[in-house]
T-cell receptor
Framework: RKEVEQDPGPFNVPEGATVAFNCTYS??????FFWYRQDCRKEPKLLMSVYSSGNEDGRFTAQLNRASQYISLLIRDSKLSDSATYLC????????????FGKGTTLSVSS | DTAVSQTPKYLVTQMGNDKSIKCEQN?????MYWYKQDSKKFLKIMFS???????INETVPNRFSPKSPDKAHLNLHINSLELGDSAVYFC?????????FGPGTRLTVT
């Protein structure tokens, strides 16, 4: 079983759509969870951290379910500029350790 | 201001050559990393250094040797390059759980 699994997509949606990405992780001892965004031929950039209580940043909402080892990202009112690959990322058990990346989910928003 | 910088951005070389990639961060972080992103876009850790000390060394051929002259720099030297080494190499630095990535070095081995 892969450590972090994501549906690779692609997700093709029109502007204004709501889209949800899901991710599962295998290590129940994982401590921290993130969504990163990677544009084509660019470096990954932190989009948001994910907390058990859920957190929202503008049009983006992230949720964590530790019991199910499941992470989600919801994007509302999609913009053309949201087109990118979204990487589900898990940090194992202590700060300073390497991040474990999923393979990413590709989103394409069209007008 | 560039937080994490890498040079060169592109590197094209022939099999068997030795090459180096340099990385510098001005964020004051204690920990730096090298990641490899292969042709399938899968991003995977190679090495991690904390205060110039190696703390993570994943299953990477010993042709790859990281060197950290100080905590702001982490360079990657690769000996006897092979076709399979072609990838994008990202340097990153972090404090706590968040990491910041450099722009990547696209290595092509011919």
């Amino acid at each position: 079983r892969k450590e972090v699994e994501q549906d690779p997509g692609p997700f093709n949606v029109p502007e204004g759509a709501t889209v949800a990405f899901n991710c599962t992780y295998s290590n129940s001892a994982s401590q921290s969870f993130f969504w990163y965004r990677q544009d084509c031929r660019k470096e990954p950039k932190l989009l948001m951290s994910v907390y058990s209580s859920g957190n929202e940043d503008g049009r983006f909402t992230a949720q964590l379910n530790r019991a199910s080892q499941y992470i989600s990202l919801l994007i509302r009112d999609s913009k053309l500029s949201d087109s990118a690959t979204y990487l589900c990322v898990v940090s194992p058990n202590q700060a300073g350790t390497a991040l474990i990346f999923g393979k990413g989910t590709t989103l394409s928003v069209s007008s | 201001d560039t937080a994490v910088s890498q040079t060169p951005k592109y590197l094209v070389t022939q099999m068997g050559n030795d090459k180096s990639i340099k990385c510098e961060q001005n964020l004051g972080h204690d920990t730096m990393y090298w990641y490899k992103q292969d042709s399938k876009k899968f991003l995977k850790i190679m090495f991690s250094y904390n205060n110039k000390e190696l703390i993570i060394n994943e299953t990477v051929p010993n042709r790859f040797s990281p060197k950290s002259p100080d905590k702001a720099h982490l360079n990657l030297h690769i000996n006897s390059l092979e076709l399979g080494d072609s990838a994008v190499y990202f340097c990153a630095s972090g404090r706590g759980y968040e990491q910041y990535f450099g722009p990547g070095t696209r290595l092509t081995v011919t």
